[in-house]
């Protein structure tokens, strides 16, 4: 497969057809999409950047997340080396993206939850070091709900579990509205990430929750990661 780098997205286009509810907190309200399948790359960044066009023109505007699978990808974050690719790029394994998250180079593929989140913090706190924390804490809430203990480690991003980095987070922010998101291994292959040095850490430190739930799988992830996200960010479904 002979891939190019991909440095910018095709314009927007439909967002398709998708499951939809409606969340609110004292008249914040954002909408959260379920697509069905594996989702492209591009789709996805289409859909954040055409919503975060939406909520910048209109600041009461719903916000939205989306909960997906994406298709096999790597992406690589704002001034990320090229140094963590074991690969040469005009022979990459899967499409590459450099994107404007921050972060280095990560792997997207099947049985991966991702979670990507437009949001105005604005409406919460305008620190971008408490919005990563706080996503942390909805995915140590997750491991939680699943008798598992997630934890930090100091200088580093993401969430680890018995000494394994599960989740990834990369970030977006543009006038306090965000882009990108979360990445969390639930059964997916880790064999790509072999390809890379993930976040430029030894692929071998990468794990997944089927190491200690065997068989779980990305649907049985997504009601606690919708409740642990609405419940840290306050947020309510609307009857």
């Known amino acids: 497969m002979n891939k190019q780098l991909h440095l910018m997205p095709p314009a927007p286009g439909n967002t398709g057809r998708v499951d939809t509810n409606y ?13 069905k399948g594996l989702v492209q790359f591009e789709t996805a960044w289409d859909w954040q950047r055409e919503w975060r066009g939406r909520l910048l023109r209109d600041p009461q505007a719903p916000q939205a997340i989306w909960l997906l699978e994406h298709s096999s990808c790597y992406t690589l974050g704002r001034g990320s080396s090229q140094e963590n690719l074991l690969f040469n790029i005009e022979s990459s394994p899967s499409e590459l993206f450099r994107i404007d998250r921050g972060g280095e180079v990560t792997h997207h593929l099947s049985g991966q939850l ?9 409406r919460y706190k305008t620190d971008l070091a408490w919005y990563l924390r706080q996503l942390e804490e909805v995915l140590m809430d997750v491991l939680k709900a699943l008798n598992l203990t997630g934890v930090r ?25 965000t882009q990108h998101g979360i990445a969390l291994n639930v059964n997916c292959d880790l064999n790509g990430f072999k390809k890379i040095l993930p976040c430029g850490l030894n692929s071998d430190l990468v794990g997944k929750l089927d190491y200690w739930i065997p068989g779980i799988t990305v649907n049985e992830v997504k009601p606690l990661i919708k409740k642990c996200l609405m419940d840290r960010f306050k947020f309510e479904y609307l009857n």
Not at 23 to 35: D, K, L, Q, R, W
Not at 114 to 122: Q, R
């Open 153 to 177: 480690v100091p200088g580093l991003t993401g969430v680890w579990c018995n000494n394994f980095k599960i989740a990834s987070i990369g970030i977006g922010c543009r006038r306090w509205v």
């Open 114 to 122: 991702v979670v990507y989140l437009v949001i105005d913090l604005h």
């Open 23 to 35: 969340v609110t907190e004292n008249g914040s309200s954002a909408c959260i999409f379920e697509p």
